[in-house]
Every structure is written in structure tokens, then in C-alpha cells.
């Protein structure tokens, strides 16, 4: 009996899928996201640095028969309920200086709530993850 070559893909759990997973093309030095089309949520994140991918090497999700590509087109998802989401991205650079600005709004805000409000009673704990 002649041993017949596997050629079937290899199955994964549905716990391990992800269609919003980004496998595979991505650049260096930049961090990527999946932003929704909704409003003008893609012009509000192409005015704070980001800008739309189009490259065609890049893959979000997994396997898909019959899903189309145009090379020079946006890379685009489907997110669910008729929406679709374009995949943006931006320099790591400008996205660690919105994290660290995130952050000290933050910060900001549980310094304030922290301050002694002269009330004799009561007690405030907060408790995260220390600013880097």
C-alpha cells in the first residue's frame, strides 16, 4: 500500500482563531491597528500620524477562500455587523509618545483624586500599573 501525502492545511481549534490577528508582512517600526469606517474615524487617525496600509504582502485573519485583493488597494477587514475596518498604522515613535501622554493624563487624574479634600472621613486606594 502506497502512503498518501497529506495536502489538506493543518486544522486549528476555533479557541485559536482570530480574524482581527495580524499574521504576517508587517513592518518594522511601526505598530499597526484595525480602524473602524465609521464617521470619519480614518481621516481622524490619518490627522494624528497614522496612515492606511495598501500593502498586498500583509494578511489579517486566517485562511479565507475567495477573498480577494488588489494590489495598491487598502488592506481591509470585515469587523462585524456590515462594518468594515482598514488596517492603519503609524510610526512606533509617535505611538510610545501617545501611550506616555495617555499615561500622564492618567496619572494627572488619580494625583488629583488622591489629594487631601479636607473631609474627615473616608479613605481612597487606587491601585495599576505604576507610570513607566
Known sequence: MTQVKETRPKRTSLAERSVMNL???KEAG???RIVNDTGDRIETFRERGYEV???SSITIGDRRVGKPSKDGSPVQVSVGGG???YLMRIKDEYYS???AYKEQKIAE???SMK???GADYGTIKLSGN???
Open 115 to 117: 489629594k487631601d479634600s
Open 97 to 99: 509618545e501617545d501611550q
Open 30 to 32: 511601526y505598530h499597526y
Open 23 to 25: 499574521n504576517k508582512g
Open 109 to 111: 487624574l488619580e494625583g
Open 83 to 85: 462594518m468594515d475596518g
Open 130 to 132: 505604576p507610570p513607566k
Open 53 to 55: 496600509v495598501s500593502d
